[in-house]
């Protein structure tokens, strides 16, 4: 994801999984689970940011991508609701026994340049 953006403008951000290690060299196909966690602060997040997208997801990489190569295992857009800096949210991966989580990471968040005008959709 960008380091920067700007309210009611969509984030894209990409999940890549590195097999390394034994792990590499032992499974020809390894099965994932990946959940896009909300803040820890409950509905604190709800004001922030809106998350399109899938939060959850299962997927299966196969071995010959080389040790090191980056797989990409799902996608989601966060749009910022506020100015300011963001912090994102973390993703974990698990993969059999073994669990994996994304470092903490924050966005930078420019006001937007046209108002926003709110609607009441019946």
Do not use: I
Request: proline share 5%.
């Amino acid at each position: 994801h960008s380091a920067v953006g700007t309210v009611a403008e969509p984030l894209q951000v990409c999940v890549r999984v590195r097999v390394a290690g034994a792990f590499a060299s032992a499974a020809s196909a390894v099965e994932l689970k990946v959940r896009v966690q909300q803040s820890e602060a409950g509905n604190a997040a709800q004001d922030r940011y809106y998350l399109s997208g899938p939060t959850s997801t299962q997927t299966v990489l196969l071995a010959g991508g080389g040790e090191g190569a980056g797989h990409v295992c799902t996608s989601f857009a966060l749009v910022p609701l506020r100015a300011g800096t963001l912090q994102m949210p973390r993703v974990q991966v698990l993969a059999g026994d073994l669990e994996s989580a994304s470092a903490a990471s924050t966005v930078f968040v420019f006001p937007a340049s046209q108002m926003l005008v709110p609607r009441v959709v019946a």
